[in-house]
């Protein structure tokens, strides 16, 4: 039985099949059969108090059959009113804090916070909360370490960092979802169509976002695998991603890793094209990140699950493709990415100009998938030990576990009515090599280009 399901009918079963209910063809067909907003809350209610007297199916069913759907909903109203319920459990979640901030960089990633100020997932929450455009990573950072930002748009690296005090003094962080995967790639300049090769690319000038970030990690990943050390044979530089395409056209960098309205605003300009996305690097990886200080949580624990619902949310909505035009629309702004409208839609349909003369379509460019696997975090471990950001022995498991909320984030998605991964770890393959989460240091050993010893 679902939460929402009516826990009256003796037709119900604490059991899935089609549907999350095991009473409908499929899923959608279980959704469109819902209730909303007061009578969702009481239904479920209704249920939980129903799975306390009655733990065993048959006995629930046996019990029903017996009195009638009526009788048992009297009765069990006599004894603790549902609505009663109902108000008590909404008035314990309530948000300790409604008037919040949350910092953001102008770049498609943060599709999922940003759009949900304007399309109003935040307000259905009781929420008020101001989106903050913010000029860099490290800005963000500092805000929020500052309690400026109640939360922010974070690369997904930047937690870990955080947390073990890598650039900053150490102070523990939260990964509670995963704002997108995929949609970055590798852009270089005009001048390079016809260098195309990495092992030609000594001595290029490439940019990346921030040092604690995937387009850090990617990048090297990508030009070491092609036999091209990242600290010895180029210059990787951090520019904040709004100031990368005026750097390409000033002939400062030979090309950058970044999110894909960045590159797809060099396309537009004509001042660069599309060498490969990243997800030809690495399909599913994670870029940013919802982040929040572990105090804040701990402070304010209601809040805190406001935004993240309004945020998952936010997040399943942006993984139908029906909606990307809808939200390009809400995004593209000034307050917000301030790009032009073109330019956000080929990001989010995946239907884009390369700037080699063709149109592409990939409809996975970008996708929007909230959990943040713990397996994402031991990865990202791995590279920063690798390239000499940390040093001595890690506890994967354990500093993945402590960052990304994966148990947390995949309780509240229950309880939102999505579903979430059976599984907090999983394998998945970067440029041919396999990685298994279990097995970080025969991984990072394996490696020929690195800085660990």
Not at 296 to 303: E, Q
Request: proline letters at 7%; hydrophobic letters at 40%; charged letters at 20%.
């Amino acid at each position: 039985m679902a939460p929402f399901d009516n826990p009256f009918d003796a037709k119900r079963r604490f059991a899935r099949g089609g549907c999350s209910c095991g009473s409908h063809a499929s899923q959608a067909a279980h959704e469109a059969a819902l209730p909303s907003g007061d009578a969702a809350i009481e239904r479920a209610v209704e249920a939980t108090m129903m799975r306390a007297l009655f733990p065993h199916q048959a006995e629930r069913r046996a019990f029903l059959r017996s009195v009638g759907l009526a009788t048992a909903a009297a009765a069990v109203s006599q004894f603790l009113p549902t609505k009663f319920v109902a108000e008590a459990f909404a008035e314990a979640g309530k948000p300790e804090k409604t008037d919040l901030k949350i910092g953001f960089i102008p770049i498609t990633c943060a599709t999922p916070i940003i759009m949900a100020k304007p399309m109003g997932f935040y307000e259905k929450q009781g929420l008020n909360v101001d989106v903050v455009k913010t000029a860099g990573w490290a800005v963000v950072r500092d805000k929020t370490l500052n309690k400026e930002y109640d939360a922010a748009h974070m690369l997904a690296p930047m937690p870990l960092a955080i947390t073990m005090g890598l650039g900053s003094n150490p102070v523990p962080f939260a990964v509670p979802a995963i704002e997108n995967v995929n949609g970055q790639a590798i852009c270089l300049a005009n001048k390079h169509k016809d260098n195309r090769d990495p092992k030609n690319w000594k001595g290029f000038k490439l940019a990346i976002p921030f040092d604690y970030s995937n387009h850090n990690y990617l990048l090297r990943y990508y030009l070491a695998e092609h036999g091209i050390d990242p600290d010895t044979d180029v210059q990787l530089r951090s520019v904040p991603p709004p100031e990368m395409v005026a750097n390409l056209r000033a002939d400062n960098i030979d090309g950058f890793l970044a999110p894909d309205n960045v590159v797809q605003r060099a396309v537009y300009d004509g001042v660069g094209f599309i060498h490969i996305l990243s997800k030809e690097i690495w399909d599913g990886h994670p870029c940013c990140s919802f982040s929040v200080a572990q105090d804040t949580i701990r402070d304010m624990p209601n809040a805190t699950a406001a935004m993240l619902r309004a945020i998952l949310q936010a997040t399943a909505y942006a993984s139908k493709a029906e909606n990307r035009k809808e939200i390009a629309a809400a995004i593209a702004p000034a307050n917000y990415l301030n790009q032009p409208l073109t330019v956000v839609e080929q990001v989010l349909t995946g239907t884009y100009a390369d700037g080699l003369g063709s149109v592409k379509k990939d409809p996975k460019r970008v996708a929007f998938d909230p959990f943040p696997y713990e397996s994402f975090a031991i990865w990202t471990l791995t590279q920063m030990k690798r390239w000499g950001q940390i040093k001595g022995d890690v506890d994967y498991a354990a500093v993945a576990k402590q960052v990304y909320r994966a148990t947390d984030a995949a309780k509240l998605m229950q309880q939102d009515g999505l579903t979430p991964p059976e599984a907090t770890t999983k394998t998945f393959v970067v440029m041919g090599k396999t990685f298994d989460p279990a097995k970080p240091e025969e991984y990072l050993e394996a490696f020929k280009i690195k800085r660990a010893s």
